[in-house]
């Protein structure tokens, strides 16, 4: 750790004024406003038919927003040191979540999966709050078992352990793709932090091995699986969902149809609103909105990698490993959301980060970003400290020679 850094107190500097960056935050703010835009125009026609009014989900989309950007605002409040040092018993709270939703009677049933908790008017899937959890704790560990996780495998064994265990209890639930999401993202983040590629590689061929497995042995992931592969095979069937995005995105071309005009979500595409609001995106704003949205989630996760370095270069570890943690998370899931809209990977139900309608998605992904834009404040503030810091001791020598 840098003398600067010493100075402003375990390693991370106390809050003045935010510092803010500023790309980050365009992207963070495009991709929002896209988001309701989207999100309003997707769900009107079925909030028509289920509620009586078009702006239902609307309204509540904003209201999630606006949840999470409170959550946000109170966020940006906590020095990053605290969440290290809590680290364990963020481990701890996230098992429980993952394991509360599986007791019988507590979870809320949907479609046949138990992911979320009934909390009077809102309803939590775990899975999310869990993964930056988790998040949280590994980076904690990377920084205290540096050493052990580079030089030895017994280092490396204990988080992947962990992750596997979480892995485990997402695919109880199941949720195929936020486990899948979860070991990625941590596979990323060990990299990073120098474990011996060889163990990198094992890894990498059992977590393979396992995930085909899985995907063989359960009938409804082969149905998924094969869906994928050819969706024209049963266009009414198993490759309806997926044809009818392929369709919307055609339809597009390179200017689109018009924000409002599409065909595809009224009541062709299920799930407009939330997994394939990217296809109706794509249909209404054509190929130029979908280089606008690539565009910002390159810009976010880009920035996101910024903050990982400049943390690292002020000694601050664990922020550094938590904001390119935090990158590579969103832009993995926005990656995956969009190659299944558009037909190169199988169906997941993973959400298009901060754009796609749902709450927990929202409110924990708004979290996430205010942790980063705290580790850009802190590591700023450690910036400044280690210019101004010489400058001063050298005023003070020069001062010195005076007086004599």
Sequence with gaps: MSAAAMTLGSGYAKP???????LLLVAVTGLLMLGVIMVASASMSISQQEFGTPFHYLLRHCLNIGLGLILAVMLLGIPIALWERVSFLLLLSAMGLLILVLVPGVARPVNGAVRWLHLGVFNLQVSEPARLLLMMYLSAYMVRRGDELRQGFGGFLK???VIALACFLLLLQPDFGAAMVLLSTSMAMLFVAGV???????????AAGSMAALALTSAYRVRRLMSFIDPWADPFGSGFQLTQSLIAIGRGEWFGVGLGAGIQKLFYLPEAHTDFVFAVMAE?????????????YLLLVWRAFKVAT??????????????FGIGFWLGFQALINIGVNMGALPTKGLTLPLMSYGGSSILITL??????????????????????????GRRGRVTGRRGA
């Design 284 to 296: 209404e704003l054509g190929l130029v909105g979908v280089v606008c949205t690539l565009a910002l």
């Design 159 to 161: 988080p992947m352990l």
């Design 310 to 323: 400049n943390a690292a270069r002020a000694q601050l570890q664990f922020g550094a490993f938590l904001a």
């Design 16 to 22: 003045r004024r935010l510092e803010v960056d500023f």
């Design 367 to 392: 979290a996430a970003l205010a942790v980063l834009f705290r580790v850009n404040h802190e590591s700023n503030a450690v910036g400044r400290s280690a210019v101004t810091a010489p400058a001063a």
């Design 196 to 206: 011996n590629i060889r163990y990198f590689l094992l890894l990498i061929s059992i």
